[in-house]
């Protein structure tokens, strides 16, 4: 899987070179490429300085090349202005210009001037659009190539982890004591989450006791306050039986007989009561 990444991307890296003269082949016009085919001597020259272009180059060249073609115009200009004004005086009759021949001339000239002038903000309307679209383009080309660079680099990085893994997974015992550590990746996860709404519900059940707690701490304190008199009884009651305890042991007896003879005479009231039927 990897050696076939791999081999697509230097596929593709090799069939589709990018360079700015390349681009520029496919807005220029035939005639210009046809040119350049003909002049087989200077091309050489030039394109290894096209291969070797830059940016900030281009740039620099373009402004040169506008200055002398502004110069250039001039020049054409002015030349053939020089040629119509020495071919109207020297022609037989001369040619001479009425002032309305010059009005008209100068309103087709305004309106020429005009539609140039619009000509040519909507020209530097476009050469903006076309410089934001290059940078753009340019920025994401520079992020394509880096991400390519790391690309080239990841099938090796793949095969190595795939081999550490198949390694430490050969080489993986289970846990001799809770075989819970030796789960694979899934399975850890389902465990994880069951144990992780168990901890949840556990953390519901010491909130409600938690809140709960006030409650029981009052009604402690009301037991509690209700088993004080108690306790004195208690206290009090016992107490009083080592008392009557000790007073019959030092009675000599005398207790114990008066306990006979009051079960004695208990015994005898319910027989008289059996036999006389009441």
């Known amino acids: 899987m990897a050696s076939d990444t791999a081999a697509a991307l230097k596929e593709l890296q090799s069939s589709h070179p990018l360079n700015l003269i390349e681009l520029s082949d496919s807005i220029r016009p035939s005639g210009a490429q046809d040119a350049e085919k003909r002049s087989s001597a200077i091309s050489d020259t030039s394109a290894n300085a096209f291969e070797n272009a830059t940016p900030a180059g281009l740039e620099a060249d373009l402004i040169h090349y506008k200055e002398l073609f502004s110069k250039l115009r001039f020049s054409y200009v002015e030349q053939v202005t020089k040629e119509k004004f020495l071919r109207a005086i020297t022609d037989n009759p001369p040619l001479f210009i009425e002032a309305s021949e010059n009005a008209a001339l100068e309103a087709q000239l305004a309106e020429a001037k005009a539609a140039l002038k619009a000509q040519k903000v909507e020209v530097a309307e476009l050469i903006k659009q076309l410089e934001s679209r290059g940078r753009n383009l340019s920025n994401r080309y520079e992020s394509v190539t880096l ?103 030092q009675g000599g007896g005398i207790g114990d007989e008066l306990e006979e003879r009051g079960r004695w005479l208990r015994a005898s009231e319910a027989a008289l009561k059996g036999m006389l039927e009441v």
Request: cysteine-free; glycine content about 0%; proline content about 8%.
């Open 147 to 249: 991400r390519t660079t790391s690309l080239a680099t990841l099938p090796a990085e793949i095969s190595t982890l795939e081999s550490a893994i198949a390694s430490l997974k050969h080489a993986q015992a289970p846990h001799p004591t809770n075989p819970s550590l030796s789960l694979p990746l899934p399975e850890t996860l389902e465990l994880l989450q069951s144990k992780e709404a168990e901890l949840a519900a556990l953390d519901a059940e010491l909130a409600r006791l938690q809140t709960a707690v006030p409650r029981k701490t009052h009604e402690l304190e009301r037991i509690e306050a209700e088993l004080r008199p108690l306790e004195a009884q208690k206290t009090a009651k016992v107490a009083a039986a080592v008392e009557a305890r000790r007073r019959r042991e």
